[in-house]
């Protein structure tokens, strides 16, 4: 691939970016999308041979018209994600092209110190004490997680049991209270 060709793809996309956010207040927040028609565009067969970056963008814009919500349309009221600002779309793209890994600092210097200073701001933020740990993760299935380890770890030091030196194995039992409501 040319660095032309990685140029067009960049330019379409961002043709295609502001085109949407432009049509944001004019487009239907959702449309009627046929299930079957989305998928037979979506699952075409694996190429055998690569194409230039720019037919995978416009392949991929045509292949899903219709089908997009437009979540950060003023009327879209369903629930918040919040990356559809300039600023966020802007960050997102620098943050990708960027591709650091912010696992720790030598592997990344400075996703690992903006990942400091977002725990910080976010600390004061919620009124949390300036010594309290805190962590950024993938997603909400990943934070569900996190949280359920947290408050595990809570009870358990109520119940007298120190995770970090006995660790978990016989540590006394914990109530866990469910129902067979789900989020889907």
């Known amino acids: 691939m040319s660095a032309a060709d990685g140029h067009l793809a960049l330019q379409r996309a961002f043709e295609l970016a502001v085109s949407f956010l432009d049509e944001l207040g004019r487009k239907p927040v959702s449309e009627a999308v046929d299930l079957v028609g989305l998928q037979s565009r979506l699952g075409r067969p694996l190429a055998d041979e690569p194409c230039a970056p720019e037919v995978v963008i416009a392949e991929l814009a045509r292949d899903v018209e219709g089908a997009i919500v437009r979540s950060a349309a003023g009327r879209f009221f369903g629930w918040v994600i919040g990356g559809g600002l300039p600023a966020a779309i802007a ?94």
């Not at 358990?156 to 995770?163: A, F, P, T």
């Open 91 to 184: 960050a997102d793209w620098l943050t990708t092209v960027w591709d650091q890994n912010a696992v720790l600092y030598g592997a990344g210097p400075a996703a690992a110190v903006v990942e400091e200073v977002v725990g910080e701001w976010i600390k004061e933020i919620l009124g949390l004490p300036a010594n309290a740990s805190f962590a950024l993760v993938t997603g909400t299935q990943m934070a569900h997680f996190t949280c359920l380890a947290a408050a595990r770890h809570a009870l358990l030091e109520r119940c007298g049991w120190d995770v970090e030196r006995n660790g978990l194995y016989g540590a006394p039992p914990i109530r866990i209270l469910c129902s067979d409501q789900h989020h889907g």
